[in-house]
């Protein structure tokens, strides 16, 4: 973009790194896909389950849950697995969980539960938001399988979702930070939004100096666009078989 400073990689401050949606990666899920975003990569796959947690049993509605996982070799040194019992996987998944639910209606899914799991295949900054956006294509096929099958009347989504990160290094706005730029960010933002220009959720805080309304503001609006954009990478991917 004309007058905007070029980062290491080529990008704009506010461009996004190259997004690629792959649907169908694997054979029995409802629902899989694996999305690519610069050198992020995560496999997101939805799939039905019977059982419902306890209090929900009874009541009419279903559920939609996530489960978030770095795989060892991820990262340029082996971590260790990570625990869905506690920790940031934990964390993240229920980041994720919240996400869905927020745009899907639970009453219109009778009484069953739609497990994605998020599997980091290889990290370079942005997994939960690449997740997230992956997650929603995910569990839109499977909602669709289901409806195509007879076992729901239509799909019980009832919009989309999609999530970016913003951060400020050295002073400048930046979207969709990779690794090394989110090591270096004084001010680091996950956001959520809805296909309505709506907030579901906003994870951010100083890394080191405080930041501004101001700065909040322009981070903001740089999550703001870059959302858009996947949102409409999602449409395309969908529309595309």
Same mark, same amino acid.
């Given at each position: 973009?004309?007058? +905007?400073?070029?980062?290491?990689?080529?990008?704009?401050?506010?461009?996004?790194?190259?997004?690629?949606?792959?649907?169908?990666?694997?054979?029995?899920?409802?629902?899989?896909?694996?999305?690519?975003?610069?050198?992020? @990569? !995560?496999?997101?796959?939805?799939?039905?389950?019977?059982? =419902?947690?306890?209090?929900?049993?009874?009541?009419?509605?279903?559920?939609?849950?996530?489960?978030?996982?770095?795989?060892?070799?991820?990262?340029?040194?082996?971590?260790?697995?990570?625990?869905?019992?506690?920790? *940031?996987? @934990?964390?993240?998944?229920?980041?994720?969980?919240?996400?869905?639910?927020? +745009?899907? %209606?639970?009453?219109? $899914?009778?009484?069953?539960? +739609?497990? +994605?799991?998020?599997? #980091? =295949?290889?990290?370079?900054?942005?997994? @939960?938001?690449?997740?997230?956006?992956?997650?929603? !294509?995910? =569990?839109?096929?499977?909602?669709?399988?289901? !409806?195509?099958?007879?076992?729901?009347?239509?799909?019980?989504?009832?919009?989309?979702?999609?999530?970016?990160?913003?951060?400020? #290094?050295?002073?400048?706005?930046? =979207?969709?930070?990779?690794?090394?730029?989110?090591?270096?960010?004084?001010?680091?933002? %996950?956001?959520? $939004?809805?296909? *309505?220009?709506?907030?579901?959720?906003?994870?951010?805080?100083?890394?080191?100096?405080?930041?501004?309304?101001?700065?909040? %503001?322009?981070?903001?609006?740089?999550?703001?666009?870059?959302? *858009?954009?996947?949102?409409?990478?999602? @449409?395309?991917?969908?529309?595309?078989?």
């Amino acid at each position: 973009m004309v007058g +905007v400073a070029m980062r290491t990689d080529g990008r704009a401050d506010n461009a996004l790194r190259s997004v690629r949606i792959e649907r169908g990666y694997t054979k029995h899920a409802a629902g899989s896909v694996l999305i690519s975003m610069g050198d992020t @990569r !995560v496999l997101c796959t939805a799939m039905f389950e019977d059982r =419902l947690p306890a209090w929900l049993r009874g009541g009419g509605r279903g559920w939609v849950t996530a489960e978030y996982a770095m795989l060892p070799g991820a990262t340029e040194t082996r971590s260790p697995r990570d625990s869905s019992s506690g920790g *940031r996987a @934990r964390e993240i998944s229920r980041l994720i969980g919240r996400s869905l639910r927020a +745009v899907t %209606n639970l009453r219109a $899914m009778g009484e069953c539960q +739609v497990t +994605v799991d998020c599997d #980091v =295949l290889q990290a370079d900054g942005g997994t @939960r938001t690449a997740a997230i956006t992956g997650a929603w !294509v995910a =569990l839109a096929d499977a909602f669709s399988l289901s !409806v195509k099958s007879g076992h729901l009347p239509e799909s019980p989504l009832t919009g989309a979702c999609a999530a970016v990160s913003a951060g400020l #290094v050295d002073g400048r706005p930046l =979207l969709d930070l990779c690794y090394a730029e989110d090591a270096r960010a004084s001010a680091d933002f %996950n956001f959520v $939004m809805d296909d *309505r220009n709506r907030l579901i959720e906003v994870q951010g805080a100083a890394e080191g100096e405080p930041f501004d309304r101001a700065a909040l %503001n322009r981070l903001l609006d740089l999550g703001e666009s870059g959302i *858009r954009e996947l949102l409409a990478l999602q @449409r395309e991917a969908l529309s595309n078989g």
